[in-house]
C-alpha cells in the first residue's frame, strides 16, 4: 500500500445475529484493504467480537466504519496506527 494509507483496527460489537449477513457483505467490498480479520463468538452474552485489520486511506477506513454502524445492533469503534 502507498504512504497515504494508514493501517487500523476496526472492532465490531454484533449484539444482533441477524444482521451477520449484512455485516459480511460491507467487509466483502472492502476486502482488498483487509489485512486480517478475526471473529469471537461469546455464547454466555449472545454477542459477536470481529476485529478487522485493514490498511488503507482515512476515507475508506471511516467509509467501512460508518456503513458498519449503521447496521442495526452493531458498534463499532476504530484505531488507527500513527504512521
Do not use: C, W
Not at 33 to 60: H, L
Amino acid at each position: 500500500m502507498s504512504e497515504s494509507t494508514r493501517v487500523a483496527v476496526i472492532g465490531i460489537i454484533v449484539e444482533n445475529p441477524g444482521f451477520v449477513s449484512e455485516i459480511n457483505e460491507i467487509l466483502h467490498s472492502y476486502s482488498e484493504f483487509v489485512i486480517g480479520r478475526m471473529g469471537i463468538p461469546y455464547k454466555e452474552k449472545n454477542i459477536s467480537i470481529i476485529s478487522v485489520v485493514v490498511d488503507a486511506e482515512p476515507d475508506v477506513i471511516n467509509q467501512v466504519s460508518g456503513r458498519l454502524g449503521r447496521v442495526p445492533g452493531v458498534t463499532v469503534k476504530t484505531a488507527y496506527s500513527k504512521k
